[in-house]
């Protein structure tokens, strides 16, 4: 199962019913109200290793390995975001992109707000794709829309992470070297 997953609901007519569900992921999820659309299917399906599927079928596309999975959610909002709900762990991002507005929520997101900036569907693919290290084929144009991510420089603490750790790596090397642990010890 991949690391880090995204869940991408596109849902352009979908009935917004308030249940449950789609309650609980709105009053969390940061909000994008300024969105001016676009062919996000297109983009959506673009991704490599991206999988659309129905959402029964979101939790064995992850079990698969699949690290991207988008849904077009045509019928009522409730239904879809009740199983995508179910599937959602610590390390899945959702987006929900409807009409005029688009929901961020889970792994990397705000917890709540908005933003005033004017968002298209070009931008949507980089952000899901920083968040969640899914590679990108280099013909994007958007923006990562920073102003949803509970961290802007989440990428930039994760690779000094990553040079602290390889620094205490080599300096333990060093310290090693030449030692054979196992002369001390009477098990050879």
């Avoid at 399906?45 to 045509?74: M, R």
């Avoid at 959602?88 to 709540?112: E, I, N, P, Q």
């Avoid at 920073?146 to 620094?167: C, F, G, M, T, W």
């Amino acid at each position: 199962m991949a690391d880090k997953k995204v869940i991408l609901i596109i849902s352009q007519d979908a009935k917004l019913a308030g249940g449950d569900a789609v309650t609980k992921f709105t009053k969390k999820a940061a909000k994008a109200e300024n969105y001016k659309g676009g062919d996000l299917l297109a983009f959506a399906k673009s991704v490599t290793g991206g999988v659309a599927c129905g959402p029964a079928k979101i939790k064995e596309s992850f079990e698969k390995d699949s690290a991207f999975v988008f849904v077009e959610a045509d019928t009522d909002m409730e239904d879809c975001m009740a199983e995508v709900m179910a599937v959602v762990d610590r390390r899945t991002m959702v987006v929900w992109a409807g009409k005029t507005t688009v929901w961020f929520g889970g792994l990397g997101t705000k917890k709540g707000g908005n933003t005033a900036r004017e968002i298209s569907a070009v931008d949507i693919i980089p952000t899901i794709s920083y968040v969640a290290d899914i590679p990108l084929t280099g013909d994007e144009e958007g923006a990562v829309i920073y102003q949803v991510l509970k961290d802007p420089n989440l990428k930039a603490k994760e690779i000094n992470r990553l040079k602290d750790s390889v620094s205490r790596m080599e300096a333990a090397m060093e310290r090693a070297e030449g030692h054979d642990p196992w002369t001390k010890h009477d098990c050879s």
